[in-house]
């Protein structure tokens, strides 16, 4: 282990509930490019802003056409040994809740239980309706959509279905935020993985923690805007500087 290593560990050994904060960082490894390194597929395949979705038919084919386009260049994307290294540290009580912007639910498929991943820009593998909120598969509504080219909508309401991340311009999911600033509130040790934490309010997660007392330890690649306030800041790649502790939590 090196120093910053062996800081973390010690750390982790400390404290008596942490909370890992993780952006699209940890899942660069797993092959899902992050927004704002060169060369994004995001920036051939634009989001679409809320309002745009809402306005008309055609750009919501356009989404739905982007969306299933992006779907399948990260199809098959698995946990990497930083997605398994939390979730190894949830498993063994050390970390509590895992507070994403990841809109990939690979932290659910490395073993964190649901109920402890809280994911405040949605998830993008499944649907649901923008009026009643009822959830639907991408299988179907897919097979529908390229048969009849037309954009989903509730077989319920009649409301449109849109995949179930949020978008640029819409309200953030009020039950992910009110979680998330308990967890954040509470803990005495806050990791934040991944995210080049200007995207806000999600970036105040790591911040709020930090005032309530919590020790603040940022492990990106690259500075961030929040590095001033860490305690402790691991300058790496996610995959190499969390792979000890997938295997235990104390090491020696
Ligand atoms: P970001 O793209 O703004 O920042 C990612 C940060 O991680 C950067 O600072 C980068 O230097 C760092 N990084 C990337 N790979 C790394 C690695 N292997 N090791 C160490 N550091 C690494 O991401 P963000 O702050 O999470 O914000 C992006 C927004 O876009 C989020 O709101 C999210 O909803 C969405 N998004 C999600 C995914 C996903 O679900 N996997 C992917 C892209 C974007
Ligand atoms: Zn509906």
Known sequence: LNTAQRQ?????????????????????????????????????HPPMPFSDFLASEENRILTWQRKFIMD??????????GHRAI??????????????????GLHQFSGVPAHQVIELHGNGTYAACLDCGLRYELAPIRKKFEADGRAPV??????????????FGQAMPGEAMRRAQAAAGACDLMLAIGSSLVVYPAAGFPLLAKENGAQLVIINRDPTPLDEYADLIVR???????????RANRLN
């Open 236 to 246: 790496g790649e996610i995959g190499a500087v969390l792979e000890p502790f997938e």
């Open 72 to 81: 399948d260049s990260y199809a098959g994307a698995k946990p990497n040994r």
């Open 154 to 167: 509730c077989s319920t309401c009649g409301g449109p279905v849109k995949g179930a991340t949020i978008a």
């Open 87 to 104: 979730s190894r540290l949830v498993a063994d009580g050390t970390i509590g809740a895992v507070i994403t912007q990841n809109i990939d």
């Open 8 to 44: 973390l560990e010690q750390l982790l050994a400390d404290c008596s509930s942490a909370v890992a904060f993780t952006g699209a960082g940890i899942s660069t490894e797993s092959g899902i490019p992050d927004f704002r390194s060169p060369g994004s597929a995001w920036k051939r």
